[in-house]
């Protein structure tokens, strides 16, 4: 064994280390502390009126393929701002909630009424949604900060669930974060066919993931 070799064994063995200090690391910087709320929604019929937003002048599109969503953007409405993810969804068989101020994406909803849907939307939490009974469940909500506290949100989720209802769906299930007062508050709007019905816990440690959900 000479000099030239020993340098390379120590080369490996330095790339093999580094190697493993960066998954250590990777795992490590993927920890996730999530806990949330479980609501469960059995929409009936709503007065539309109760839920318009205050800006007067918008547009709310239902999207239900990926076509749709090209022939959008082709027509120039700009999705550019939104976290990705109403493409997968789409992809999927989720349905797609947007709501435009003049061509810009101010809000988004997407539902998801079979397991696939769901997988693209919403993969993280355990609880059940009985997609063969009429159930369903929503996810992706987001409001550009642009747009934010003029009842967007509240309004994009009263379409969804009138869509949904008017497609024969009894329960629709959604988490919110237990410190997302928005969101919890726009849930409350819908009372009293809505309610609070688990406290959730996620973690992810190391790789590893554990969940735990309390009745409420
Ligand atoms: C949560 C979110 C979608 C709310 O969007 P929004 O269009 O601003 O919501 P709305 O205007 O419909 O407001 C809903 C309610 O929350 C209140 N609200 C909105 N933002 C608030 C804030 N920052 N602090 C306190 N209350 C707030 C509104 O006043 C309204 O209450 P009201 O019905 O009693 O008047 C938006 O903040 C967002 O995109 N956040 C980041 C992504 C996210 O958290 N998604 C939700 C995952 S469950």
Same mark, same amino acid.
């Given at each position: 064994?000479?000099?030239? &070799?020993?340098?390379?064994?120590?080369?490996?063995?330095? !790339?093999?280390? @580094?190697?493993?200090?960066?998954? %250590?690391?990777? +795992?490590?910087?993927?920890?996730?502390?999530?806990?949330? *709320?479980?609501?469960?929604?059995?929409?009936?019929?709503?007065?539309? @009126?109760?839920?318009?937003?205050?800006?007067?002048?918008?547009?709310?599109?239902?999207? =239900? &393929?990926?076509?749709?969503? #090209?022939?959008?953007? @082709?027509?120039?409405? #700009?999705? =550019?701002?939104?976290?990705?993810?109403?493409?997968?969804?789409?992809?999927?068989?989720?349905?797609?909630?947007? +709501?435009?101020?003049?061509?810009?994406?101010?809000?988004?909803?997407?539902? @998801?009424?079979?397991?696939?849907? $769901?997988?693209?939307?919403?993969?993280? *939490?355990?609880?059940?949604?009985?997609?063969?009974?009429?159930?369903?469940?929503?996810?992706?909500?987001?409001?550009?900060?642009?747009? $934010?506290?003029? /009842?967007?949100?509240?309004? %994009?989720?009263?379409?969804?669930? #009138? *869509?949904?209802?008017?497609?024969?769906?009894?329960?629709?299930?959604?988490?919110?974060?237990?410190?997302?007062?928005?969101? !919890?508050?726009?849930? !409350?709007?819908?009372?009293? #066919?809505?309610?609070? %019905?688990?406290?959730?816990?996620?973690?992810?440690?190391? /790789?590893?993931?554990?969940?735990?959900?309390?009745?409420?």
């Amino acid at each position: 064994m000479g000099p030239i &070799s020993d340098a390379l064994k120590a080369g490996f063995r330095f !790339q093999g280390l @580094a190697a493993f200090f960066r998954r %250590v690391s990777a +795992l490590v910087t993927a920890n996730e502390r999530l806990d949330y *709320y479980l609501y469960e929604c059995r929409p009936s019929k709503r007065n539309e @009126a109760e839920f318009r937003p205050k800006i007067p002048d918008f547009a709310l599109k239902r999207l =239900s &393929s990926v076509k749709e969503l #090209d022939e959008l953007i @082709a027509g120039g409405y #700009d999705l =550019s701002a939104e976290p990705p993810l109403t493409r997968l969804g789409l992809e999927k068989g989720a349905v797609a909630f947007l +709501l435009f101020v003049g061509r810009e994406l101010a809000s988004r909803e997407l539902v @998801a009424t079979n397991a696939e849907a $769901r997988a693209a939307i919403e993969d993280k *939490y355990p609880y059940k949604v009985n997609f063969n009974n009429q159930e369903a469940c929503a996810s992706g909500a987001w409001t550009n900060p642009k747009f $934010r506290q003029q /009842g967007l949100h509240t309004y %994009v989720f009263y379409k969804a669930y #009138d *869509y949904l209802r008017e497609n024969n769906i009894k329960i629709v299930w959604s988490i919110i974060w237990v410190d997302n007062i928005a969101a !919890q508050k726009a849930h !409350q709007r819908f009372a009293p #066919d809505i309610k609070k %019905v688990a406290r959730g816990r996620y973690r992810k440690i190391l /790789g590893l993931t554990f969940y735990k959900e309390s009745l409420i």
